[in-house]
């Protein structure tokens, strides 16, 4: 023990040692040398992990080389014929092939165009219709389009389907399907590998899966872009649709926070578009959206899909009803999208409305397909809405119906309406403008740009966006004489013989065929 006490060594000669000066500064800041060794920390593990991410990297183009390779042995074995030659695979992926809609009607158009050219190749449909046959698909197909193939067609039965259905994800849908559909394109590749492949349905996340794996050639008809710009003026508008919860409308940072998910879902949507080889749109709509996402233009073309215009040029223009009065006729799929709900509050305005026809002489018949519970179950809703509205004794539900009864429907019909936002193109709207109906279209998306526009001046039908300018517009239509309805019929008839299926042929086969050099 020292005699005198020492006097501290950060101090002597009352001077404070320069180096005990900054072990004091970095006392007084614990968090500041926190933060240099958490930094240092994740240094020394930059060289290690980035080591690790190329091996994991290299490891897993290796593992998709393997099994390309065991693809196209597959293949090979798959697509040679009995006298030993190769034949071309051409595949279809629809897993919806069974429904009624537009875009089945391009499917079997497809398929019957290029058998016609490709007699020799072997042609597949991946489909999710494992309640029905291959057989029952096709006679179904010439029951709602009067559309039989000129040679077989193999069907690929997906059992994962339920992947892509939206009700499968109720928040986080676009991705939720989307990723579901690689699953379920997985499950189709590893079934049957083609030479060709074309997505006839909009799920472009499978492109990068069957070009890059499987080794296709890859087109895509694309009615309907997954994201649009419009969706995202909704998000960042704060507008309430569909697609867009009104819950979500009045609180701005989940408004933020989707229109963030938005932008970046449209990143990767337009990532894997690009991987398509070929892409055909059905509308100038659709084109300015693809082209805007997919940055494809030098593959891209406007194909308009097939409308059995010809098997309409029967009906005779004149109006000789069976009944007296009018009727109301809507074509479309019960999707949510087609907004049934618009055209029935809209006649329920018209039937309040004073016309100079009885609202008892007044019907409107609602005629569309039904792919699945969810849309079964819309049906029964709108049912209700009817009845809620007081109308259900002049509102009608023809569901799935044969192309012969659909078509004397129409010959009955004077207007023909369409209520969907933005369509993509509106195959229904063109039967309604063959088949001699007076058209109310919505005022937006094909309809506005591509069909119910002046034919050499003259007028073709109507277009509308809200309950009141549908039902002024019906009153409007119901108030012309018989005379000014039948030049209108007559411009429309003579306007849609660019949307036939002859046109549809020419072009889908000059589009596709890229695809086979």
């Known amino acids: 023990m020292p005699l005198f006490p020492q006097e501290p060594i950060e101090k002597r000669n009352g001077r404070e040692l320069p180096e005990f000066r900054g072990r004091l500064k970095m006392a007084t800041a614990p968090g500041s ?51 030993g030659r190769k034949q071309m695979v051409i595949a279809f992926f629809h897993p919806y092939c069974n429904a009624g809609g537009g875009g089945e009607r391009v499917l079997w158009c497809a398929l019957r165009a290029l058998q016609k050219k490709y007699p020799e190749a072997v042609y597949i449909v991946y489909t999710g219709d494992v309640n029905v046959t291959g057989q029952q698909i096709l006679e179904g197909a010439f029951r709602r389009f009067n559309i039989r193939l000129i040679h077989p067609v193999k069907f690929v039965f997906l059992k994962k389907r339920y992947l892509v259905e939206d009700s499968h994800y109720p928040h ?54 997954t994201i649009s710009t419009d969706m995202l003026s909704v998000v960042k508008n704060q507008s309430v649709g569909f697609n867009n919860a009104a819950f979500i409308t009045r609180n701005p940072f989940l408004s933020k926070v989707k229109l963030i998910y938005y932008y970046l879902f449209a990143f990767l949507y337009g990532l894997v578009g690009s991987c398509s080889d070929v892409v055909m749109v059905n509308s100038s709509w659709t084109l300015n959206h693809i082209l805007a996402l997919w940055k494809v233009g030098h593959c891209t073309n406007i194909v308009y899909p097939p409308c059995d215009v010809q098997t309409f040029l029967d009906i005779p223009l004149h109006e000789k009803q069976k009944t007296p009065g009018h009727l109301l006729v809507s074509i479309g799929q019960f999707r949510p999208e087609k907004d049934h709900s618009l055209q029935i509050r809209a006649f329920a305005k018209l039937l309040c409305k004073k016309t100079a026809e009885s609202p008892s002489l007044l019907k409107l018949i609602l ?151």
């Not at 989307?178 to 189709?188: D, K, M, P, R």
């Not at 108030?479 to 046109?503: C, G, H, P, T, Y």
Request: with cysteine; hydrophobic share 40%.
């Open 172 to 225: 986080f849908t676009l991705l939720g399907q989307s990723l579901g559909s690689i699953v379920l394109g997985w499950e189709a590749l590893m079934q049957y590998v083609p030479d060709v492949y074309i997505d006839s349905m909009g799920y472009a996340f499978t492109f990068p899966l069957f070009k890059y794996v499987g080794g296709c050639q890859i087109g895509s008809y694309v009615h309907y872009p």
């Open 367 to 517: 005629i569309g397909g039904c792919r699945n519970k969810e849309d079964e179950l819309r049906v029964n809703q709108l049912r209700r809405l009817s009845e809620d509205l007081g109308v259900q004794e002049h509102v009608e539900f023809k569901i799935n119906i044969p192309f012969e009864e659909l078509k004397n429907y129409l010959s009955e019909a004077t207007i023909g309406l369409h209520t969907m936002w933005n369509e993509h193109f509106g195959i229904g709207v063109v039967e309604c403008m063959a088949a001699g109906t007076i058209i109310l279209a919505h005022n937006s998306g094909g309809p506005k740009l591509d069909i119910v526009i002046p034919h050499e001046g003259d007028i073709t039908g109507f277009l509308a966006e809200t309950e009141d300018g549908y039902a002024e517009t019906m009153a409007h239509i119901l108030s012309l004489s018989a005379e000014k309805r039948l030049q209108i019929r007559k411009n429309a008839r003579a306007s849609v013989s660019r949307f036939s299926d002859q046109e549809f042929e020419v072009t889908f086969l000059s589009s596709v065929e890229k695809l086979f050099k």
């Open 33 to 83: 040398w926190c933060l240099c060794e958490l930094l240092r920390f994740f240094y020394s593990l930059f060289l290690p992990g980035l080591i690790v991410c190329g091996a994991l990297c290299v490891c897993l183009v290796l593992v998709l080389c393997g099994i390309r390779l065991m693809l196209q042995r597959k293949k090979m074995s798959l697509s040679t014929s009995k006298n």
